[in-house]
């Protein structure tokens, strides 16, 4: 999918700076991120606890954070190795173009960062989720109302114009790494916001443990 994207959006029918084509392919990449994630986090809890394996882990000698952590860690190693394979992508603008390899290594950290806060919001709908599919609705709307969040900012005064801007999952953070910037101001953004939702989902988990 994103090869396609590439050829379709990023090359397209008309000449274009290799700039413009590198910020098109990110920007494309992002949304693709963003479904990748979510699908490759839904099924993380969810699924223990359809296939009844999640009281096993919950008697083994590891925590509830520990379980949520590891279960988020493979779930990264796993999509940073799909980024990997899609090396090859921007390295095609070599053929007709030019373009620093610090803007494609800064581009690919952006998507790296905006994975693991999807995956961490996603493993958090698989922790309240007795089902995968209920896991991706929920892991898709809370993922999508983050994304929203700068429409809301357009049309709404301050503190919330602000606020809401800046809650914004993609739009102010990840513009900047397409671009080839890095402001540490979105790399804290995205470090947040995965620790935030990976330590609601070890609360998620210890507190269905005291229920049952």
Known sequence: MSGLLFNIYALGAQAKYSQQVLESYFYFSSGMAIVAAIMLAVRLIAEERQTHTLVLLQTSPVTEREIVWGKFLSALAFFCLMLLVSL?????????????LLQILTGYLGLALLGSACIAIALLASAWSDSQMMAGVIGAVMV?????????ARITDEPLKGLMSYVALHNIHFRTFSRGTLHLRDVVYYLGVTVFFLECAVRSLESRVWRE
């Open 88 to 100: 090859y992508l921007p390295g095609l603008i070599f053929v007709n173009g030019k373009v620093s």
């Open 144 to 152: 999508v109302l983050l994304l929203i969040a700068w429409m809301v």
